[in-house]
């Protein structure tokens, strides 16, 4: 989490000292190539991370947009993200994992990703069915929780019926949802 912290602030940086010369789209499109590909790397591995990790990546991200709206460090991030169409990184870590399954029930594609998560059944119908609730198998390891099958059936059963009641759902409302 520090080196990708340390990689993203040296970036941040080279950003600062030449967005005087770039516009505002090109300065938006140079941080996220540079900065925010960073922030989203193996999303999945963060699930669960500890309110600490997150938020240093949250001031990272913080910073960026900073930078970008050429803003001063005392001015709030929170407007600046909205502006920006950012979502902030608690959000972004949820929500690679809940498109990706979004993608995979809806398609059955890539089939490996297909093969790992299951619709729950019900052994006995006690009551209505919930529609589109994933089957989550247990984890033995702290580390084995963040794995695909188990982080994307934790992802998905977390969002709110009516994204999930529905499979043929727009990515656009999973997006706001997550």
Request: proline share 4%; hydrophobic share 40%; with cysteine.
């Amino acid at each position: 989490m520090n080196n990708v912290c340390k990689s993203a602030y040296y970036h941040v940086k080279a950003l600062r000292h030449i967005c005087k010369l770039l516009t505002d789209d090109a300065t938006k499109t140079v941080a996220c190539a540079m900065v925010a590909g960073r922030l989203d790397c193996c999303n999945a591995v963060l699930i669960g991370s500890s309110t600490s990790n997150i938020d240093k990546l949250q001031r990272v991200q913080n910073t960026l947009a900073r930078v970008v709206s050429r803003r001063s460090r005392f001015d709030r991030a929170t407007p600046l993200l909205a502006d920006l169409h950012w979502l902030p990184v608690r959000y972004r870590i949820g929500y690679k994992p809940a498109l990706i399954t979004f993608k995979t029930l809806t398609r059955q594609e890539p089939q490996y990703l297909a093969e790992l998560i299951r619709m729950f059944e019900a052994l006995r119908q006690l009551r209505p069915r919930v529609a589109n609730i994933l089957q989550c198998s247990p984890a033995t390891l702290n580390f084995s929780r963040n794995a695909f099958c188990h982080a994307a059936p934790a992802v998905w059963n977390k969002l709110s019926e009516t994204v999930t009641s529905d499979i043929t759902v727009s990515i656009a409302t999973l997006y706001f949802q997550v």
